[in-house]
């Protein structure tokens, strides 16, 4: 375990040999050889800090108060029980020798009463080291001052030739091995690790300790047993499990824009990648499930190769081992490419999508698509909120500061004065420094270690009522012995306890006690004040910094989107509501037209259904803004299948006068009438050299030409004066016209209509007027014209009083004419059936309307009535949006205190930790913290929108007039139930204080047909309760689904499904054990064992110690771990050391006491 922490928290690598011979030996009061360390000794490790300060005081020349004044708060507020020493040295002398010495009277330090020690306090196993003995006593016996000369008086009874174990013995005993610890770098700006290493690890140091005169210096690599020490290189900038970076900040910032970029750019909304090579396999399951494991593999790839790599980059210069000047300018650059670029130079590619511009140039039918791709998804989610883009660019800000920061540092240095100034400690604090909280955990340790030996002696007291019981007792026991003898009641056990008895008992009787501490605002308080880091040593993990930090800028995209989603819904809704409500048109006043009602087709009409439209041929324009009013449209698109057919619906507006046709020619069409005119013009203008096409076109502009009124051949020359393609019409075109349509006569078709030639001439000029060519094409495959603005078109046969008007929609254009077409009337803003004026006298338009009024209308204001209005949209939106954004920081903000809470339960052990047998499960699969950022920022983002969007969703079914009623009766029932079990509940605390006395009957009658009647109402009542929890259920879900600190399923389920917070406990756990205040501790006491080896912590000190501990907390002793000692053999070993060493003992007792006569002696001449 040591091995693996040392590891882990500073990368040196050793191995257990090393361990157990470099650090275990002595320090562990082993002798190289212990294959493990217990609480007793860990505790006794523990304690050599504050037994180094209190020894310091006892054994310094100056006054108490001279050195307190002296200090600073920091140091004030660190110091130990400055008598504990002497009041553990008191039970150890009174435990050991019945009370026969105390710290006024010592003992002399012999071997015999080092083994009496031992035997009282359980070390049976070091009872017959001699060697160890001596050493202990060698360690207590030196004098107080190894340079004191000879003539030097000694003080307290000491004697180089018959120690004492008095206070300063004692003292010297527990901490002369560790006076190379130095208390000042408790209160120095810097992390453990520079504590002990200084100039580096691999750097030569000084042990600090003068031995014979002589400064003994470290090789550059310490060898044991002919290996080295090594530390190798660990990325300490990517260490988010034992934080050993420089700033926390700089991890923030890191893990902001590697989770937004991924956000923003690599389109996490638009579904899993396809395999676009694949799509054209057969469309099986088997398919379907190799496109999802293609795309799910490209998706890791792309995040674990790209994430990997920016991370990796952009946290180059925060590790705190790595000081190369090198990597915060590489860093700089990283934050260049990766975080400016991609938002100033848009980028398309397989990886990811930064292109803002793409979405617009996508037509708005394609957004709306269900069909479009990934990447135009992608692209206009890019467009719609490319104001969230500009985060990225305070990420970056922020990372140059800090990598600026780290490049100054590395240059410059930075000194201990400089540490301590108030705008550098300032600007720390704003960089979240991981130095500064590694200063707050050593002061922590420090605190804590001393509040546990202040707490463990204040056991060792006897309080208030403890000392009237046992004056109680005294008494008691004087007037049972007649008074003769007070002293005769500690005979009978009912004297003075053992302080260690009392605090086995005070021990074992506050075992189950806890205090309670405060809640969220407590923790946060606790928290931003740094309280928590210098009493508790509270060091939350980087990772849940970030993740917490990431949280709350999410907070603002979360909200932003739904806002926007919200407001576009509400916008699209109130456009919706108004172009549904009949307003009166705004026309255009520079252009009219006119139709002929007669030239008129209305679909569908044969099957009595009215469509609220017609399609007119020969529709006129008349003004002089008419020509650039349209534009080229998709009939489709506006119009869809309101008129069915596009092409069929124009051509049937042809259909009356092609069935004149047929009845004049017997069923001859007019393709086959225009085709024998086109043969003969063909024929004539060929013997001019004009092709069959130039002849065709030649006679259809002629004749279109030569039949026009003179109102439009004005509007003709008017529109197209300036238009090369479209001469003016003169008088000579006329006449040359004239001409040329004259060409066409009954005698064309004397060949193919011999007798109907005026039949067939008639049909001509027919077919002629409607289709304008000798070669009419399909309207499919005109071009469709829309106007830009709405037209209004009267019926030709109007009057100044009676008229019918309509409005100019889909149109194709006379070829030949511009200024006429055929168009579909009716439509206007997107509404049909936009006739007015007289249309009674017109019977098809009458009929469109009466159905209209009987048919369209009722469902529309029906239709209409079911779409709520804007305000309840918008109290919706409010509503919805305000709820998430409070669950939304009621999580985000619940973080850190949970994280403090459960910290302080394991610690305490209101959280079962060690002693629990499911405690192991959290050290295993610890690659599960992984998923820690991305389940918070997921976790937010579903909860808030489920949060949302079901506060939303109740609140518009409480105002939207349809649901209203159903939720008022629903609420009405909910009510009912309520007040029902209101009743019930006055009821049963009624009848349960009548027949019940806890869990026993007092009337087992009335109790008996009580609980019989409410079983029977239960069965109804409890289908409420079922549905109450279920709705409680999805309501504390939706809530707590962001929330990974906390189970949502309980406990012991057949299968344990949640394993979220287990991974948030995961992590508390795997950066305690880097980052508590004892293991940081530890960690320093083992970094100074490998530095200084056998110059610091010897096996007597720290066998000095354990006694210490042992007699300061006696219920450490079930800890211990020893090894089985043959008690018979121990007997007679220490029967036979006590017969050689009683003279000893005498001889010196009387020397101790010859003295105390002496110096006796001495104050009384000093007197007088």
Request: aromatic residues 12%; proline residues 4%; charged residues 20%.
């Amino acid at each position: 375990d040591v091995r693996a922490f040392l590891l882990s928290r500073y990368g040196i690598q050793l191995t257990e040999t090393q361990v157990r011979e470099v650090i275990f030996r002595g320090l562990a009061g082993g002798e190289g050889e212990d294959e493990e360390m217990d609480i007793l000794e860990i505790v006794a490790i523990l304690m050599i800090p504050m037994l180094v300060k209190v020894s310091d005081a006892i054994l310094g020349s100056d006054s108490p108060d001279a050195r307190l004044s002296s200090m600073d708060e920091d140091k004030k507020r660190l110091l130990p029980p400055s008598d504990i020493i002497e009041d553990v040295l008191q039970d150890i002398l009174h435990d050991t020798t019945d009370g026969a010495y105390d710290v006024e009277h010592p003992p002399p330090l012999t071997p015999a009463l080092l083994r009496q020690i031992f035997l009282e306090y359980d070390e049976l196993e070091l009872v017959r080291d001699d060697d160890l003995i001596q050493q202990m006593i060698d360690m207590a016996s030196e004098s107080s001052s190894s340079s004191m000369d000879d003539d030097d008086t000694l003080k307290d009874g000491e004697s180089k030739s018959s120690p004492v174990l008095n206070v300063k013995a004692f003292a010297k005993a527990l901490t002369m091995d560790t006076n190379l610890y130095n208390p000042e770098n408790e209160t120095r700006y810097s992390e453990v690790y520079n504590d002990v290493f200084p100039e580096g690890f691999e750097e030569g140091v000084k042990i600090g300790e003068e031995t014979a005169g002589k400064s003994k210096t470290m090789n550059r690599a310490p060898s044991v047993v002919g290996e080295t020490f090594q530390k190798i290189t660990t990325f300490s900038h990517m260490d988010y499990t034992a934080d050993n970076f420089v700033h926390v900040i700089h991890v923030v910032l890191v893990w902001l824009v590697v989770v937004f970029s991924y956000f923003f750019y690599m389109s996490p909304v638009s579904g899993v990648p396809k395999a676009e090579f694949l799509e054209d396999e057969a469309d099986t399951f088997g398919t379907r499930v190799g496109f999802s494991v293609f795309g799910w593999t490209v998706t890791m790839l792309k995040l674990v190769i790209v994430g990997s790599t920016v991370s990796f980059l952009l946290a180059l210069g925060n590790g705190l081992f790595q000081k190369s000047i090198l990597e915060p300018i590489v860093g700089l650059a990283s934050v260049v490419v990766l975080v400016f670029l991609p938002y100033y130079m848009p980028e398309t590619n397989f990886v990811f999508n930064t292109n803002f511009s793409n979405a617009t140039n996508v037509t708005d039918s394609s957004h709306n698509t269900t069909n479009a791709t990934d990447d135009s998804a992608h692209e206009y989610f890019l467009y719609d909120f490319k104001e969230l883009f500009d985060i990225m660019m305070i990420f970056g800000v922020l990372l140059v500061i800090v990598q600026l920061k780290n490049l100054v540092t590395i240059v410059f240095g930075t000194s201990d004065k400089l540490k301590k100034n108030p705008a550098f400690m300032m600007l720390e604090n704003f960089l979240g420094s991981n130095v500064k909280r590694a200063y707050g955990s050593k002061q922590a340790a420090v605190y804590k270690i001393n509040e546990m030996a202040r707490n463990a002696y204040d056991l060792h007291k006897l309080d208030e009522k403890a000392a009237e019981r046992k004056e109680l007792k005294r008494e008691v026991s004087i007037e049972a012995t007649g008074g003769q003898n007070e002293g005769e009641g500690e005979k009978t056990g009912l004297g003075d306890k053992s302080s260690r008895a009392i605090a086995l008992q005070k021990y074992n009787d506050l075992t189950d006690d806890s205090d309670e501490v405060g809640g969220v605002i407590w923790a946060w308080k606790e928290y931003i004040s740094g309280n928590l880091g210098v009493t508790e040593g509270v060091w939350l993990p980087s990772r849940l910094i970030a993740a917490n930090v990431i949280l709350f800028f999410t907070i603002f995209v979360v909200l932003y989107i739904c806002t926007m989603i919200f407001t576009g819904f509400i916008w699209g809704i109130e456009e919706f509501f108004d172009a549904a409500q009949l307003k009166e048109v705004i026309y255009n006043t520079d252009c009219f037209s006119e139709f002929d009602y007669n030239d008129c087709y209305f679909p569908f009409e044969e099957a009595a259904f009215y469509t609220g439209v017609a399609v007119c041929r020969d529709v006129s324009l008349s003004g002089p803004g008419c020509d650039d009013l349209f534009e080229e449209a998709d009939p489709e698109s506006t119009f869809g299948s309101a008129i069915g057919n596009m092409c069929d619906s124009f051509n049937a507006a042809f259909a009356p006068f092609e069935k004149q046709v047929g009845d004049l020619l017997g069923g001859a069409s007019c393709p086959y009438v225009l085709d024998a005119a086109k043969k003969s013009v063909v024929d004539v203008l060929g013997a001019y050299n004009y092709s069959a096409e130039d002849s065709e076109l030649f006679y259809n502009v002629c004749y279109r030409y030569t039949y026009m009124e003179d109102e439009d051949i004005s509007k003709f020359n008017e529109w197209f004066d300036d238009d090369t393609y479209y001469p003016d019409i003169t008088e000579e075109t006329l006449a040359d016209c004239g001409i040329v349509a004259s060409i066409v006569s009954p005698e064309t078709f004397v060949d193919s209509y011999q007798g109907r030639e005026e039949a067939a001439f008639a049909g001509f000029q027919i077919c002629m007027d409607l289709y304008k060519s000798l070669s009419p094409r399909p309207f499919c495959e005109e071009p469709f014209y829309f106007p830009t603005e709405s037209i209004i078109t009267y019926e030709k046969n109007r009057t100044d009083t009676e008229f019918c008007y309509s409005y100019l929609s889909l149109c194709v254009a006379d070829q030949y004419n511009p200024s006429r077409g055929t168009c579909v009337i009716g439509e206007a803003d997107g509404r049909y059936y936009r006739f007015g004026g007289a249309y009674e006298n017109y019977p098809s338009i009458n009929k469109t309307m009466n159905h209209y009024q009987i048919f369209v209308e009722p469902t529309e204001q029906s239709f209409l009535s079911l779409f709520p209005a804007p305000w309840m949209l918008t109290l919706t939106a409010a509503i919805g949006i305000t709820s998430g954004l409070i669950a939304a920081l009621a999580t985000s903000l619940v973080y850190v205190p949970s994280s403090i809470h459960t910290i302080l339960k394991f610690r305490s052990g209101v959280i079962p930790s060690l002693k629990d047998p499911k405690f192991i499960s959290y050290r295993k699969n610890l690659h599960n913290q992984t998923y820690m950022i991305g389940s918070m920022f997921w976790g937010l983002i579903i909860s808030t929108g489920m949060v949302t969007f079901l506060t939303a969703g109740i609140t518009f079914l409480l105002v939207w007039p349809i649901t209203r009623p159903i939720v008022v009766e629903i609420a009405a029932q909910v009510l009912g139930i309520a007040i029902t079990v209101a009743v019930k509940v006055v009821l049963c605390f009624l009848a349960m204080r009548t027949a019940y006395s806890g869990f026993y009957r007092t009337k087992p009658m009335f109790a008996n047909v009580f609980n019989v009647a409410l079983e029977c109402w239960a069965l109804a009542l409890s289908l409420a309760f079922v549905a109450g929890r279920l709705a409680k259920f999805l309501v504390i879900t939706s809530f707590y689904v962001g929330r990974i600190d906390r189970p949502v399923l309980a406990d012991g389920l057949f299968v344990q499904v949640d394993k979220l917070p287990l991974v948030f406990r995961q992590n508390l756990l795997s950066t305690e054990s880097h980052r508590h205040p004892y293991i940081e501790m530890l960690g320093q006491m083992y970094l100074m064992k490998l530095r200084h080896r056998e110059h610091f912590s010897s096996r007597a000190g720290s066998i000095w110690r354990l006694l210490f501990v042992s007699a300061l907390m006696p219920w450490l002793k079930k800890k211990r771990i020893q090894d089985d000692i043959n008690i018979e053999n121990l007997r007679s070993f220490v029967e036979k050391e006590n017969q050689g060493s009683s003279k000893q003992i005498q001889d010196a007792s009387e020397e101790v006491t010859l003295q105390a006569h002496k110096e006796n002696a001495d104050r009384a001449m000093e007197d007088l």
